[in-house]
């Protein structure tokens, strides 16, 4: 299993929005009111088994194919950084309208290119029809301190020992 340097945590997750590709109006739905949320390569079971088994499906294949090696690299000041993905599991089944909010632009192309990369689903239904649902994910990481700001702070700490004495 890989070290990471990068601690990535998946609040919990996924506000559920679907409509209708035929209507141009926009249509919010609960959990409970979708007839049938996207299926996951593999997940089975009611809806909140399904919803569940997204989760963890996602939570995982992220973990996977996300190089949690790069917010280290860009140089961000060391702690906890907010991250929102937004997107869409189309009529077709496969992920589009991809946002991401984060705090560096290399970020936000990394997950772009790992949300391309979901499998294709079996596309939600309501009413009978299909539907394209949308996906609002917060992602929290941390990023570590780099060896430059530790020794800064260590030259601070000893520099302000000398000033007291």
């Known amino acids: 299993m890989r070290n990471f340097n990068c601690i990535l945590f998946f609040l919990f997750f996924i506000s559920l929005n679907t409509f209708s ?30 919803h569940e088994c997204f989760s963890k499906s996602f939570k995982k294949f992220f973990s996977r194919k996300f190089d949690s090696y790069l917010p280290n690299s860009l140089g961000l000041p060391s702690g906890r950084k907010n991250i929102i993905i937004n997107f869409k599991i189309n009529n077709k089944g496969l992920s589009d309208s991809i946002k991401v909010y984060a705090p560096h632009l290399k970020i936000e192309k990394e997950i772009i290119r790992v949300i391309k990369k979901l499998p294709k689903m079996i ?18 990481i941390f990023i570590d301190e780099s060896k430059k700001e530790r020794r800064e702070k260590r030259i ?9 004495n």
């Open 21 to 50: 590709q035929e209507s141009s109006l926009k249509k919010d739905f609960k959990l409970d009111v979708l007839e049938k949320v996207p299926i996951y390569p593999g997940c089975k079971g009611s809806n909140e088994e399904l």
């Open 123 to 140: 596309p939600g239904e309501q009413n009978g029809k299909i539907v394209g649902v949308k996906y609002s994910i917060p992602i929290t």
């Open 156 to 164: 601070e700490k000893r520099k302000a020992r000398k000033n007291k």
